[in-house]
């Protein structure tokens, strides 16, 4: 007998450090953690040099400095339009029918993972950077983050780009409306694929939201409350795996805290180890300029007095009595000759050694003074990283403790409740929106609108006249 199962499509958090369990939230089995698939784990800065520093060298050739983008990671970062990646989670039915540990639970995993093989061959736009097959909590699901990008772009920009919704139109999806975007075409066309390798293993897809026809009053109703709780239990998936991801994020968003701590700490030791470098070789450079400075005179009058006369102006030592000129030449004047000019010879090497010894230290000194300034414009960019992080956690830690507050003070099931309500309400005003907008086409096109607004407000009405009898009784 084939089974039947949902299958649930949805928009994850992108908790990187979640998906690869830098550390371990309440609803994680623990003793399970290493049954978990890991496909691939990347540095998602590295994918970035990959897909897009050519683009940015071709973007920045020929522009003004103050034009040209010097990180293209950063710029997608602090931007507004697009986010560095997306996430989107897979799971195929739910903890009562496809629990991990069951039978049905590893056929599960299996289906999962045959579906997650071609998923980057089938989706080109999609790079794929981060990937796990979670089997330590309660179902089997797949998390699958990418960076979504376009190549050979004609408009503004660069000729490849972040793009989510050109990756989208790439992969053939056009969206039609705000609730019908690509990335709800794309997510729907992958569960497509996903109940294709689920029939191939003897599952069959249950949609929800499908009702048959012919069925009298009793069972037409008993199939929609069916149909309400199913979808009910769906959002209450959605919202715990929102839940999750938000826990996740104030999580993973103290650990980087702690992380840029220590990178603080590490930068200010850093930065005064270069203090002190840049300060002692600026002593020594000092020294030698002073050394330097007192062989200078005597090296100038040295060379003055050679050019000038040719030989050295000193005291000749007196000739003796009856000394013939070419004794006194060769006993006397040219030994002090030569022992001048090797004294001489010997200064000049130590003057030539002790210059080409100054600039060694002098390039030193402006090499370790450019290591200090980049430390110093470092820590001001970890400064400023820790101060928008800070912002973020106050954010996310306020975000949980109201919705801890109103879960503790409401309760969790007023609260699904309230959520459910409110879905259904915006749900029945969008339609009702939707419908008051009579359609400028044809004639034939607004009759038939008409008669469709018509045929609701009756079938509102029948509704609202059975909720009064039932209450009456």
Known sequence: MTMKRTISGMIGAGSLAHNRRAFVAENVDRERVHLNIKYCDENLKTVYHELFDQAVERYNEGKRNDRKITDYYEKIRQGKQEKLFHEVIFQIGNSKDMAVGTEEGEL???????????????????????????LDEATPHLHID??????????????????LKQAMKSLGFEGESKRDTELNQWINHEKKVLAEVMERHGIEWEKKGTHEKHL???????KERIKEVQELEQEKEYLTAENEGLTAQIAETRDDIQHLKEDKAQAVKEKEDAEKRAEKAEKELENLENRRERLQPVMDNVSKEIKEYGTINTFLPEAGALERATTYRDKKIKPLFIQMKNKIAAMAAQVKELTRERDAWRNKFQKKKKEYEDTKEELQAVQQD????TKEKDILQDLAGRYHRIVRVLGNDMVEDIVQRDIQNQKILEEKRRMEQMPQGSIKERMAWAEEKRRMENQQRKKNRTKNREMEL
């Open 108 to 134: 599960a995993a299996k289906v999962l993972d045959e579906y997650m093989n071609d998923f980057q061959k089938r989706n080109p736009a999609l790079r794929v950077f981060n990937c796990y097959l979670h």
């Open 146 to 163: 990418f960076v979504p990008y376009v190549s050979n772009w004609k408009g503004k920009g660069m000729d490849t780009r972040v793009s």
């Open 216 to 222: 009298n009053v009793y069972e037409f109703k008993k």
């Open 386 to 389: 820790k101060k928008e992080l």
